[in-house]
């Protein structure tokens, strides 16, 4: 099974980028903690973080027919891209949104989802260690109902 694990902008700051919202985790460490516990469920797990919404749009597209499923931290473009959520629905496999802050504590801008209906499921405010937890859900969506075509 394999599972893409995508960050938005101003994720790649992470540790640096106000710690009093989003942790002292990094990147790197988010990433190495997904492939890690995607080895221990026999999933690999591919990560990349863009700046750059397009950069993002053409991975989810290199993506069709290679992944089984999708976790994405869309950062600041869940609030505001319809293209993010038009590549979403055309991958055509099952997607979690995940946020390590509480939206619904934050901003009104920030309430309001392209993404949410496109997605299985959603996971927000458990910090860094929410990719986890939406890994966990995610591979366990996916042994219940197995993709339908194999990759
Ligand atoms: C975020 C929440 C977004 O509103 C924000 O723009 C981010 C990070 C989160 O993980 O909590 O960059 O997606």
């Not at 999933?43 to 750059?52: K, P």
């Not at 920030?110 to 405010?125: E, I, P, Q, W, Y």
């Not at 591979?139 to 194999?150: E, H, I, W």
Request: aromatic share 4%; glycine share 10%.
């Amino acid at each position: 099974m394999n599972i893409l694990c995508l960050h938005g902008p101003n994720l790649n700051m992470l540790g640096q980028r106000q710690p009093e919202v989003y942790g002292t985790t990094t990147l790197l460490e988010i990433d190495d903690g997904l492939i890690e516990l995607g080895q221990s469920l026999g999933v690999q797990v591919r990560c990349a973080q863009s700046n750059h919404e397009g950069e993002l749009i053409d991975w989810i597209q290199q993506a069709r027919g290679r992944v089984d499923g999708l976790l994405i931290n869309p950062a600041g473009y869940t609030h505001t891209s319809v293209a993010l959520r038009d590549a979403i629905i055309a991958l055509d496999v099952p997607t979690i949104e995940v946020h390590i802050s509480n939206v619904y504590k934050r901003e009104p801008f920030r309430h309001k989802s392209l993404l949410a209906d496109v997605c299985v499921g959603r996971l927000m405010g458990f910090g860094a260690s929410g990719y986890k937890l939406a890994l966990q859900g995610l591979v366990g969506l996916l042994q219940a109902d197995p993709p339908r075509t194999p990759t």
